[in-house]
Each structure stands twice: as structure tokens, then as C-alpha cells.
């Protein structure tokens, strides 16, 4: 006699999985290590690599001689993790910076609370934090690279001996610096030549990822017609950013940078885009979703604006990740209690 399994609904199965999901999210990223690398070369690409390496690594190693359980390593999310660690850190970054990254996403942000599916937090933003705050020379500054004929912020360019690269800050840390020095945004944007036409495809320093818009818009797409992610959340970023920095920017437009130039500058499209929409780490509801990408961006604005760091992106999407148990509890209204069928 065969015997029946009764499961709960739902018993209609979709082609989705974990690592045709992850898959998607690979080739969306594509096009911005395409471009770290199209401007830095082979740096980008051991950047790239080495992350990985040691994130897939790194969970087999757990798994196998500490959980002594199965491999997950294929179903894609550590490839993801290290991928986007590499888009995080600057170019120029050691290996064992990136290796002790590669340990806090895997071992403690993920591995730790159970594995994919029951973390908190993103991993990689975890580790992009723990690094900030444990490095800031090397996360930080002048330890950001430009590409060879990139565009420098500030002083004369410093030019390093151990890889072909110039050392200069990113827009947003030296418009904050100059700022807080008593320049006005007009004078620092016009001493500096600076158009958003840069900031959507430019060689300047900054991490890995931040250095082209257009790339990390066309991954964006991508998955928007993969339907791999849906809008709300990073519309929401997007737009709690423009509306509340240029609320700021009005009220002073000397002292409070303009919306365009919050948008385009930093890791904000990265974090809207890519990690801030985390399946495991965001909500599932539309009006929560909605509530955690506003949720992001009036933090980060308020970071950047009033805050001692000059990006604020990571440090927003972590504290809302920590808000996500309440918001699922937002339901449709069809599903609330006491609702009428």
C-alpha cells in the first residue's frame, strides 16, 4: 500500500528555485564587475575572485567539518555573497580583508542563525559594516582607488607602488569633508568639474560597485523582467532619498547636497538594488516592503547628512533588517483577522 503525504497548501509548484533565483542575481550583477573590471583590471578581478572563493569555501568548510551536514553550496547564495562583498570593498583591498569579510557573511551573519533562509541580516552588508568599523583606513579615504586617468577628488593623487592605481576619495566623502571645512556645495562642485553625467558612468574612487549607475540600472531591469525582485523597495529608496534630501537641499542649498547627487553618489543603487531586496532579509507584503524601502532612505540621508560617515546605505539597511519580523505583520486585507472572504 502507497502511502499519501499530506502537506499544507500551497500544492502548485513554480520552476523557482534557490539557485536559478541566485543565477539571476549573478548575471544581474554582471554588468557592474564587467565594468570594475573594464576600469581596474586585473585588481578588480582578484577582487572578484578571491571574495568567491572564500565565501563558497568558507561554507563548505562549516558545513562539512563543523555542522557535519550537507553541502549548500550549490544552490548559488554564497557565489551571490561573495560577489557582492567584491562590489563593497575598494579595489585595491588585501586579500585578508577580504577573507575576514568572507568569514563574518558566511560564519556568523548566515551559518550561524541556521543557514539561508533564517538570517536576520544581509550577510554582506554585515560584513561591508564589520569592516568599516574595524578598518576605516582601508574601507575609507584614501584607500579607495581611481583607475589610471580617473577622476581624482581633492588634493594631488598618491600613487602607489604595489599596484597601478591612484588613491583619491569618493564624492561623497570629500563633499562631506569640504563641507564641514565651510566650503558651499556651488564652489565644491564647480572647483571640482563635477557633472552627474561622472557619477552615472565615471572612473573615480569608490568601492567596487559604485563606480557606474548605468550597470547596476541595467541589472536592476534585468531582474525586474526576470521578476526575480519586485519594484517596492528600491523605488522606495530611491524616492525617500530624492524627496527628503531635497527638502534638505532647499531649506540650504549651501551646506545640504541636492537629490540627484545623493542618488547617483555612493553604494545607494547598489543597496536599492541588491541587497536592500534580499528575499530572506526584506519583508513580503507590498505596504511593507514599501515602509522598509522608506525606512532605508530617510536613514541614510540622515546619516550622510548629520552623521560622522559620509555613506549611510549599509548602516539603514541593517537597522531596518532588524524591523522586518514587525512589518510582515502587516497583511493584506483579505488575510487580517476578522476580514470578510
Known sequence: MNKLIVSPSPHIHGKENTSRLMGDVIIALMPAVLVSIYFFGLSAIHLVLVSVFSCVAIEYLIQKFLLKGKS???DLSAVVTGVLIALNLPVCSPWWLILIGAIVAIGIAKISFGGL?????????VARVILLVSFPVFMTGT????????YIFGNAPEITSALDATSGATPLAFVKEQLAQGASLQ???SNQNLSYTQLLFARMGGSSGEISAIALLLGFIYLLIRRVIKPYISLSVILSVAIFSGI??????SKFTDPLFNVLGGGLLLGAFFMA?????????MWGQIIFGLGIGVIT?????FGAYPEGVSFAILIMNATVPLLNKIKPKRFAKGAHS
Open 72 to 74: 549548500t553550496i550549490g
Open 117 to 125: 533562509g533564517q538570517n536576520f541580516f544581509n550577510p554582506a552588508i
Open 143 to 150: 584607500a579607495f582607488h581611481a583607475p589610471e586617468g580617473g
Open 187 to 189: 564652489d565644491i562642485m
Open 248 to 253: 534638505l537641499w532647499l531649506s540650504d542649498p
Open 277 to 285: 531586496t534580499d528575499y530572506v532579509t526584506s519583508p513580503m507584503t
Open 301 to 305: 540621508v540622515l546619516i550622510r547628512e
